[in-house]
């Protein structure tokens, strides 16, 4: 019997070299942005003292930050016909900005550093997604994505593990576990260096011409079923607010500080296990169905998080965010790559990355004064409005053909 998750054409069904070395890249500044993430919320508001309302502005300005700057880099790639530069430059500075979080004493070097963060994530996003959709072959473009999510995520839980017995390891001092954080991200750039080659290598990348610049005449180009995916994109995004509300959610439940790491294990352990077998789905069947199913599940984490009674309806709530995680991130990805013209890739996702930014920085905004002024069960419900409100725009979208 056929397997239904591979292609017709096996041949087609590699994933180029480079992939995987984006995917290996990922992993290892993962490792190093989730050992500080997974701490940085009960860091800012039991060391610092800040404010959940404050953590949610430094959350919502750095992830902004970075779609924002997801749009030049993905212009400029666009533009010189080229994506390893700005990977390499953006992997760098964030692996740079890790020894300021130790150094931290209030929430400007916080801000400051999550900025410059996300400034280098900013600039190495849109060129590397514009680098594989450039290198893969369209028929297996899924399980590309999905596959350098997994290793994503996977790092992702990788790192709050390492954050886990690191705090063991130096008795609960958090600048100490931040200062490991630098070594994954020194060796993220070595595999920028020597693993990835750019669109010009190797044949596949030789088919795409260099870009001309840019205008806004430009955005004409995109699709309607583009704009369709960057709607929903803003909506998805409204409804998923910054991570770090979880944290604080398992901590005033009852986690201790020295086990909140576990969160973000939690949520990455689902989330990289689903990512890629959602991608190899999402080249075999149509979209909508994955994206509703991903759509209920964080509906149910909401519902979880809200209503439930301690850490295990807590930790259900979280696992069922990573099933969202899986079921939705790398399919939406994907979608930009299928409708985005060949010679603006990057630009396409730069602009689905500003948009979802701006959207990220109103949720996380709104998530803080909803917990602050209400309480956490609130916030969730909030969410789990957007969610539903997501849902509806699927299946309008759907109705009209649009995705």
Not at 125 to 147: K, S
Not at 174 to 202: K, Q, S, T, Y
Not at 207 to 231: E, N, Q, T
Request: aromatic share 8%.
């Amino acid at each position: 019997m056929t397997d239904p998750l591979k292609p017709s054409h096996p041949s087609a069904a590699r994933i180029p070299r480079t992939v995987i070395a984006l995917g290996l890249v990922s992993f290892f500044m993962d490792v190093s942005s989730e050992i500080v993430h997974g701490l940085l919320p009960v860091f800012m508001t039991t060391t610092l003292g800040l404010s959940v309302a404050m953590v949610g502005l430094i959350d919502g300005v750095a992830e902004s930050t970075a779609a924002i700057t997801k749009v030049f880099s993905g212009y400029v790639s666009d533009r010189i016909g080229l994506r390893k530069p700005l990977i390499l430059f953006g992997y760098g500075l964030s692996a740079l900005t890790k020894p300021l979080f130790a150094l931290a004493s209030g929430a400007g070097l916080i801000l400051g550093a999550r900025f410059a963060d996300r400034v280098g994530k900013g600039m190495r996003g849109a060129p590397r997604d514009a680098l594989i959709t450039d290198l893969t072959p369209p028929e297996v473009r899924g399980r590309a994505f999905g596959l350098r999510q997994a290793m994503d995520t996977a790092g992702a839980f990788t790192g709050p593990l390492l954050a886990l017995g690191l705090m063991v390891l130096f008795a609960g001092n958090m600048r100490a576990v931040f200062w490991v954080a630098v070594i994954p991200g020194a060796l993220a750039v070595a595999c920028v260096l020597l693993g990835v080659e750019d669109r010009g290598a190797g044949d596949q990348g030789a088919r795409v011409a260099k870009a001309p610049p840019i205008r806004l005449a430009d955005l004409g180009r995109f699709s309607r079923a583009y704009w369709g995916v960057a709607l929903l994109g803003v909506v998805f995004t409204l409804a998923r607010f910054s991570e770090g509300f979880l944290v604080l959610k398992a901590h005033a439940d009852g986690l201790p500080l020295l086990l909140t790491p576990l969160v973000l294990v939690a949520m990455n352990i689902v989330y990289a296990a689903g990512a890629y077998p959602a991608g190899a789905l999402s080249d075999r069947m149509k979209p909508e169905g994955l994206l509703v199913a991903g759509l209920a599940a964080l509906v149910a984490a909401d519902v979880a998080l809200s209503f439930g009674h301690g850490l295990v309806a807590t930790f259900i709530g979280i696992g069922l965010w990573g099933v969202h995680l899986a079921l939705t991130q790398g399919l939406l990805s994907k979608l930009v790559a299928d409708h985005a013209p060949d010679d603006l890739r990057g630009s396409a996702f730069g602009l689905f990355n500003l948009l979802s930014g701006v959207a990220l920085l109103v949720a996380s905004l709104i998530a803080g004064l909803v917990w602050q002024h209400y309480g956490a069960p609130a916030t969730f419900i909030t969410g789990g409005g957007f969610a539903v409100l997501a849902a509806v725009l699927v299946l309008i979208q759907r109705k009209r053909s649009a995705v």
